[in-house]
């Protein structure tokens, strides 16, 4: 997402720093998290409002039994992450006032689960790292409390009220639009960027991809979705057309004959 520049040291900054502090450490995107693994071995994920959860967190591999003590202890900072906390694995909230010395040690401990002992001894026991300058913009959090994003919700909402049965919802912390029970229309970040993603059909991806505005649609492009980058600007003639367009594809009957004859009108 493009936003205004803004100085300060921010939580992210001090997460690379405590990573750069581990020998072979390597950084890389999974499922739009960032993931860090040392030797082809995962041993944490950082993650913002993961799936909208709202969470500034780490997820670290964690010893037996510890996920449960330190979730008993402090559960308004240590939480069972989704997905590897089946695992044992230990979320720790990184906005919540627990010290950064604390983090530097719960790092490591992770670290030194995975990583070869001989790495594991290249590591300072104490080291420490400068705690952030500024707290995070509430839109550095929640990309769809920014402005572009507001302003683009409430437009949307407005262009799907018009059509029988619809309504807003959410999924992984995406809003989306459903005609009945189907969706229709969703708005997401997965590329950084704000995005609509529509059902045109197979035929028209094509076409439409000719525009660099539009992309096939990461997981469900091969059912026909596209996505539409409406970051800086948008054509609101367009993009009622193909809500108008993936809306007839999923509705029921009896909402296309509504439809029809309000037009008729």
């Not at 939580?11 to 999974?30: C, G, N, Y």
């Not at 694995?89 to 919540?96: A, F, H, I, R």
Request: glycine letters at 6%.
């Amino acid at each position: 997402m493009t936003v205004a520049a803004t100085k300060g040291r921010t939580i992210t900054d001090v997460v690379h720093d405590i990573m750069a502090k581990l020998p072979e450490a390597e950084e890389f995107i999974s499922h739009g998290a960032q993931t860090f693994r040392v030797r082809g071995k995962v041993f944490a994920f950082y993650t913002i409002n993961h799936h909208g959860d709202g969470r500034v967190a780490l997820n670290l591999v964690a010893p037996p039994g510890a996920q449960a003590a330190f979730v008993k202890m402090r559960p308004k900072v240590y939480f069972v992450p989704a997905y590897v906390g089946s695992r044992g694995w230990l979320g720790v909230k990184l906005d919540k006032g627990l010290a950064w010395s604390e983090v530097c040690e719960q790092v490591r401990e992770a670290y030194a689960k995975i990583a070869p002992e001989a790495l594991v001894r290249g590591v300072d026991a104490k080291f420490s790292v400068r705690p952030p300058s500024r707290k995070f913009r509430a839109d550095e959090i929640d990309h769809f409390a920014g402005k572009t994003a507001r302003a683009v919700l409430k437009k949307m909402d407005w262009i799907c009220s018009r059509l029988p049965e619809t309504e807003r919802s959410s999924k992984f912390g995406c809003p989306m639009w459903k005609a009945g029970a189907k969706t229709f229309v969703c708005a997401h970040y997965y590329s950084g960027r704000l995005k609509l993603q529509v059902w045109v059909g197979a035929a028209r991806q094509k076409l439409l991809s000719r525009d660099k505005r539009f992309q096939v649609s990461q997981y469900t492009g091969h059912n026909g979705w596209i996505d539409l980058d409406v970051e800086r600007e948008q054509d609101w003639d367009e993009i009622e057309r193909l809500v108008l367009e993936s809306y007839r594809h999923f509705a029921l009957k009896r909402m296309l004959k509504v439809l029809d004859e309000r037009h008729m009108q």
